[in-house]
């Protein structure tokens, strides 16, 4: 049961230009939509997080844009960093169900 | 600050063997989560619990049962433990449901 889907399913990028990570889903009840970045051996942590009342949030070099007619949304990592290694997932919750389903992730590599 | 413990860190078990992982977080939060991360892979919700007397099955739970029981505690039962399963079982919890979701260490499962 795939309602959350995200491409590509890795990406390597070079230091400096700016990393485009997708995601769509089905279920037009959902209404909160984090991406969360996982360095190995760790846990996933939230990265940034958009509502529908907004088609864009940006936090520093991260910027998600949200097209909810077309149920996509996207993570934008401006100049990007060897430290941004990491992996991807985006997420979709619906406050009456209250659960959170995550993407598949995205490997992100940036080379120096 | 809080923190979300998990335990045990890893678990060997046997095939058909009926395993539990326990978690507890200390931020006096409202919702607690089961997922499940296979090595590379995305995370697929097991359980979740939107309150403390609440509970609730997610695309994955078949072969897993779940309990809250208290506010701070939710533990995950794996019924039947099935030879060559190997996954990380991340327990996570927010304020509320439709908010920043925080996740524990992790249990390392593998089965013999």
């Known amino acids: 049961q795939q309602q959350v889907r995200q491409s590509p399913q890795s990406l390597t990028v070079w230091e400096g230009e700016t990393a485009i990570l997708n995601c769509s889903y089905e279920d037009s009840t959902f209404d909160y939509f984090p991406w969360y970045h996982q360095f190995p051996g760790e846990s996933p942590a939230l990265l940034i997080a958009?509502?529908?009342?907004?088609n864009k949030k940006e936090d520093g070099r991260f910027t998600i844009f949200f097209n909810k007619r077309e149920k996509k949304f996207s993570l934008h990592i401006a100049d990007s960093q060897p430290g941004d290694s990491a992996t991807y997932f985006c997420?979709?919750?619906?406050?009456?169900?209250?659960?959170?389903?995550f993407g598949q992730g995205t490997k992100l590599s940036i080379k120096p | 600050g809080g923190i979300i413990t998990q335990t045990p860190k890893f678990l060997i078990g046997q095939e058909g063997q009926k395993l539990t992982l326990k978690c507890q977080q200390n931020f006096n939060h409202d919702t607690m989560y089961w997922y499940r991360q296979d090595s590379g892979k995305g995370l697929r919700l097991i359980y979740y619990?939107?309150?403390?007397?609440?509970?609730q099955k997610g695309d994955l739970s078949e072969g897993y049962d779940a309990s809250r029981e208290k506010k701070s505690s939710f533990s995950l039962t794996v019924t039947s433990a099935q030879k060559n399963e190997m996954a990380v079982f991340l327990c996570a919890s927010s304020i509320r449901r439709n908010t920043e979701v925080f996740f524990g260490k992790g249990t390392r499962l593998t089965v013999v």
């Open positions: 619990s939107i309150t403390e007397n609440d509970l």
């Open positions: 997420a979709a919750s619906d406050y009456n169900q209250g659960k959170l389903i």
């Open positions: 958009i509502r529908p009342v907004s």
